[in-house]
């Protein structure tokens, strides 16, 4: 029904100039433009928020697992750990990794 146009423009403490970023989605409905960036904003805000716990925490962009099942084996371990440390009350991953990471024994009570 419609292709929407979105402009992204990032600012950095790195670069002087902000960078553009220009993006399309094809759309099988008719929406107001505040729909589209409403739901677009919601889905990026998610992914950027789960990216950078599984890059920034479990740097799983540094990870040197490539072949076969084992990418998105790992993949999945990690969304568990994820899971799991988000039902415990920690401030930060960090600190939960810090705190009960060499613990089976509390890790398993947290699966429980």
């Known amino acids: 029904q419609e ?21 399309y989605y094809i759309s099988s409905t008719q929406l107001p433009a505040s729909s589209y960036n409403k739901g677009i904003r919601s889905h990026w805000a ?20 490539r072949s076969g099942n084992a990418p998105a084996n790992f993949s999945i371990i990690r969304n568990i750990a994820i899971n799991v440390l988000q039902r415990m009350d920690f401030i930060s991953f960090p600190q939960a990794i810090r705190m009960i990471g060499g613990d089976i024994g509390r890790l398993m009570e947290a699966l429980e």
């Open 3 to 23: 292709i929407v146009k979105v402009e992204r423009t990032t600012y950095t403490l790195k670069k002087e100039l902000p960078s553009i970023d220009i993006s």
């Open 46 to 65: 998610i992914e950027n928020s789960l990216h950078y716990v599984k890059d920034v925490t479990f740097k799983e962009d540094a990870s040197l697992v």
